[in-house]
């Protein structure tokens, strides 16, 4: 492929991304990442992965693209908003992520980044792609680097300059070169600390890594056990993840909301009040949430959360 096609392909890519939904895309050329490799080594040998061992696992395959398609030449890295403008509307309840108002972003994005790959072949019969979502070991924040969509904040979290941090990521692996987006460089956080010192559990550590030990969105999610009695005081109502660090990050106060459906809360859930959270039956659990991330944990443990973060 000559410069001037691969140009116009990689225009038609990024094009069509937006077109479907994404809010960012970038390109990245795809190498092994070592640096992240032994970063992610030390966190485990620490133990801040908690109780997810498979963090431990496959630790080189998550630093080598090519580990999962020998033949890639491209990676396609997309950004999604969450930033929903309808929230939570009575004070004293239970607080869930933004990230869990709406559909699972696996699905939706899975689908959206299908549809991409389906639009590429079509330009070209020779293209042939994967798509990553959650789905197997990958460093994909630090893709989204790579890709120029923005820097790794201080809490760990990617920061777009336009859509801040509140965003999924995507990756769709290409077997053919396209035009490379430059590898995020500058760090806009500067001596800015406000979601270490915010954090009510101290999880955030100074090297931009998390101890997942003391971090409420996995003690409510991938740790897969009730909250202990004691911890309910310092999550501030949280019961299934957290957004304080996000919140109170600058780069958030002037990021625009989405108009993407698919990540709205439903009315139902924004106005549920105190009383009805505590009352919740698993047959309400179960409609309320069932295309929901919250779906991912079991009621009882939800209700005893409830019960333990509203003391």
């Known amino acids: 492929m000559n410069s001037s096609d691969k140009f116009a392909l990689t225009k038609l890519v990024k094009e069509k991304a937006l077109e ?8 990245a050329r795809p190498r092994v990442l070592s640096e992240n490799l032994e970063v992610l080594k030390s966190w485990c040998s620490e133990g801040m992965n908690d109780r997810m061992d498979y963090l431990a696992r496959n630790t080189e395959k998550r630093a080598d693209p090519a580990e999962h ?3 890639v030449r491209s990676i396609v890295v997309t950004g999604m908003s969450y930033n929903s403008p309808n929230k939570q509307k009575n004070k004293g309840v239970p607080i869930i992520s933004r990230y869990a108002y709406g559909k699972r972003y696996q699905d939706v994005i899975s689908k959206k980044l299908n549809d991409l790959l389906c639009f590429a072949e079509r330009q070209n019969d020779e293209i042939k792609g994967q798509v990553f979502v959650d789905s197997k070991p990958l460093f994909e924040k630090a893709w989204a680097v790579e890709a120029g969509l ?6 760990s979290i990617i920061i777009n300059t336009e859509i801040g941090s509140f965003f999924f990521i995507g990756i769709l692996m290409l077997n053919i070169e396209l035009d490379y987006d430059k590898h995020y460089g500058v760090d806009h956080c500067g001596t800015c600390r406000l979601c270490i010192d915010r954090c009510p559990t101290g999880a955030i ?6 101890d997942t030990r003391k971090c409420i969105s996995n003690l409510t999610i991938e740790n ?19 957004d304080i660090c996000q919140e109170i990050c600058p780069w958030n106060r002037k990021a625009p909301v989405n108009n993407h459906l698919e990540y709205a809360i439903s009315d139902e859930v924004a106005n549920m009040t105190r009383s009805e959270w ?5 047959e309400q659990f ?3 949430f069932i295309e929901s ?19």
């Not at 479907?20 to 390109?27: A, N, T, V, Y």
Request: aromatic share 8%; glycine share 8%.
């Open 20 to 27: 479907l939904g994404f809010d960012i895309c970038g390109i």
């Open 205 to 210: 550590n100074d090297n931009r890594t998390i």
């Open 293 to 311: 991330a919250l779906s991912r944990v079991k009621y009882q443990n939800l209700r005893h959360n409830i019960s333990v973060v509203l003391k």
């Open 286 to 288: 179960n409609m309320l």
């Open 150 to 155: 923005g820097w790794q904040g201080k809490h």
């Open 278 to 282: 505590l009352s919740l039956t698993e």
């Open 69 to 71: 398609m020998p033949e």
């Open 224 to 242: 897969r056990s009730p909250v202990a009695e004691e911890l309910g005081p310092k999550f501030e109502k949280r019961v299934f993840g957290c």
